[in-house]
């Protein structure tokens, strides 16, 4: 039997398919799930486990179970072959007629992330680490911690690299596509990471494709340094630490966003595992489809100071366009993610997030912290930034019983009742031209009954 049969007859497509997709069993052989190919709200991507392949019924994605592992990692037939192997045991002949040019250099790449990761965690338990594992005990980590995020240092010789890649024969052009080694401009190398704490970066199957770079002396710039884009490293895809906790996110239903890699860490290291984090990038379509995939709920948990809010709102404005449940948790004393576990607890930090509201409410403080909700002018801003945050809630009912809580919550004052509404109707009026421009939007009727709702819930408050 040809390597390639041997390997398909000896791994089950709804296995593989399900590390990516949540699958519902939808018949005798059938299970369906979101379809990873296109963003979509109800499910058309079929997986079929006597034949053993997979068809989504909206965007014509099909194929067999290597076509998938292909299409998911972009890889090439003969890499995804490679991956699968190693992944599920099956030995691949030692010669191969699938390798091409391509996958060799992104071969050579992920080999070269791996050897990089084994030097920065040898460095981090020598004497050149000294002042890093400095740096992790005052940040409180735990020995098996860093073991787990694999943390290492890059030596500040920017030597190391460039020198360990020449030993083992890795060409000149593949070292400075990997990210990790820069040429100057008389035609030296040097690394790129030199001085820093390093956290790898893995894709969702588990591989080094990059890594970030905390400064450990305060004089270097940045303070992050991330790898820059390569064949293997696509930063607007890439979640720090969703290959681990994807397990624990389908089980909660629920995935934990927090900014930074000391964030991800700090909150896994007590005890939640389905965190991930943006990572120096504003939040991407990419990265929210890679979340929704694996759970419905998120809970947003950005630093408390006024960048994190700017990017929790941001990232609130992509995660509604796509379609997933929003909520913000807010921790008290202007503690970020990492140390409120530290300081409150497991117990507490769990609290948060249990009790995190939806989003919409999160908006409204902010929209009233900074609009004088006395003057109609005021009341009337406030509820032109929540109108658009509620259409967005894509259930009906779920969209009015909000915009009546909304309006209820933000308080419109007796006195300016009749002036908020004209402004409403203006809006209406406004927003039903803007929605004639794009027919296909569904929300012309939905609008409707919101800003209805919303008058009504007005009317309502100031009448008693
Ligand atoms: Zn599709």
Known sequence: MDFVEQLKSSVDIVNVVGEYVRLRRSGANRYMGLCPFHNEKTASFTVHAVHQFYKCFSCGAGGDVVKFVMEKEGLSFYEALKTMSERYGVPMPKRSQYADEDSKVRGSLLAMHEAAEENFRANLQSQIGEAARGYIARRGLAAETVEHFGLGYSDRSGRALVRLFGQRGFP????????????????????????????????????????????????????????????????????????????????????????????????????????????????????????????????????????GANAAQRSIDILLQEDIQVYVVELDGGLDPDEYCKERGATAYRNRVENAQSYIYWLADRARAKHDMRSTQGQIAVLEILVPAVQKIPDTLERLKLA?????????????????????????????????????????????MLLNALCWEIRNCALK
């Open 172 to 307: 000149v052009a593949q070292m400075e596509e990997s990210g990790l080694v820069g040429k100057r401009q008389d035609g030296s190398l040097y690394d790129r990471f030199r001085n820093r704490l390093m956290f790898p970066i893995h894709n969702e199957s588990g591989k080094i494709i990059g890594f970030g770079g905390r400064a450990l002396s305060p004089d270097d710039e940045p303070k992050y340094l991330n790898s820059p884009e390569t064949p293997i490293y696509k930063k607007s895809h890439v979640l720090y630490n969703l290959h681990r906790a994807k397990e624990a996110v389908r089980k909660e239903d629920r995935v934990i966003l927090v900014e930074g890699y000391m964030d991800a860490i700090g909150v896994t290291a007590a005890g939640f595992r389905n965190v991930v984090a943006s990572c120096g990038t504003a939040l991407t379509a990419q990265q929210v489809q890679a979340m929704k995939r694996h759970a419905d709920r998120i809970a947003v948990n950005f630093d408390p100071d006024a960048p």
């Open 404 to 448: 009546i809580d909304v309006a209820g919550y933000v308080g419109v004052d007796q006195a300016n009742q009749g002036a908020v509404l004209d402004a409403f109707k203006r809006a209406a009026v406004d927003r039903k031209e803007k929605l004639v421009e794009s027919p296909a939007s569904p929300l012309r009727h939905d609008e409707r």
